[in-house]
């Protein structure tokens, strides 16, 4: 099964850093594995895309943290991180690891969250 395990999370002061990672495992019989992205759910707001990756490199940033936050991606570990600089209480949410692949059927699995705090 399909699975991701996230890391990385915890609590920084404004203007700290954080590196979230995650992995993911169960792929050995997937046709195709697609975006992995990572998303954000802040206080009394929805789930947002913070960043996405394609299996090629491209990568798409949310407006509110270009310049800030960078993500990569190792195909061979099937791992996602996000370098989180400039962090801001604005950041503060729970976030969350996201897989789209192709196992006959268009598939997304969703990491079960790391609590990130940024305050003073």
């Known amino acids: 099964q399909v699975q991701l395990v996230e890391s990385g999370g915890g609590w920084v002061q404004p203007g700290g850093s954080l590196r979230l990672s995650c992995a993911a495992s169960?792929?050995?019989?997937?046709?195709?594995?697609?975006?992995m992205a990572w998303f954000r759910r802040r206080p009394g707001k929805q789930r947002e895309l913070v960043a996405s990756?394609?299996?090629?490199?491209?990568?798409n940033y949310a407006d509110s943290i270009k310049g800030r936050f960078t993500i990569s991606r190792d195909n061979i570990k099937n791992t996602i991180n996000l370098q989180m600089n400039s962090l801001n209480p604005e950041d503060t949410g729970v976030y969350y690891c996201?897989?789209?692949?192709?196992?006959?059927?268009?598939?997304?699995?969703w990491g079960q969250g790391t609590q990130v705090t940024v305050s003073g």
């Open positions: 990756i394609t299996r090629d490199g491209g990568t």
């Open positions: 169960g792929l050995e019989n997937v046709r195709a594995i697609g975006i």
């Open positions: 996201h897989l789209q692949y192709d196992n006959g059927n268009f598939e997304i699995r």
